[in-house]
Nanobody, 114 residues
Framework: QVQLVESGGGLVQAGESLRLSCAASGSTFRTLYMAWYRQAPGEQRDLVAGISTGGSVNYADSVKGRFTISRDNAKNTVYLQMNSLKPEDTAVYYC????????WGQGTQVTVSS
């Protein structure tokens, strides 16, 4: 069983930055594919960025060049550095982990004002 706890969300103005963190419990973190998803009101939950066990990354087109995903296996933590934030980045951001089964965090709100 893996538990995911996100932190770092908040209210910022357009153009500012935030860093989200997701701490995972257990000893299997390095074997997990990790990702960040987001869901705006009335919208589906979409992939923002993912990172494999080997460090390969992928991003949604809408965040390429602005967001960076990284992982620290020693700290069982995955990060999402978000720069040049836009109002359309406003959403609840969810941490996701996939091993034999998938896990979701509880989500953290990111609000970007114009």
């Amino acid at each position: 069983q893996v538990q995911l706890v996100e932190s770092g969300g908040g209210l910022v103005q357009a153009g500012e930055s935030l860093r989200l963190s997701c701490a995972a419990s257990g000893s299997t973190f390095r074997t997990l594919y990790m990702a960040w998803y987001r869901q705006a009101p009335g919208e589906q939950r979409d992939l923002v960025a993912g990172i494999s066990t080997g460090g390969s990354v992928n991003y949604a087109d809408s965040v390429k060049g602005r967001f960076t995903i990284s992982r620290d296996n020693a700290k069982n933590t995955v990060y999402l550095q978000m720069n040049s934030l836009k109002p359309e980045d406003t959403a609840v951001y969810y941490c996701y982990a996939r091993g034999r089964i998938s896990y979701w965090g509880q989500g953290t709100q990111v609000t970007v004002s114009s």
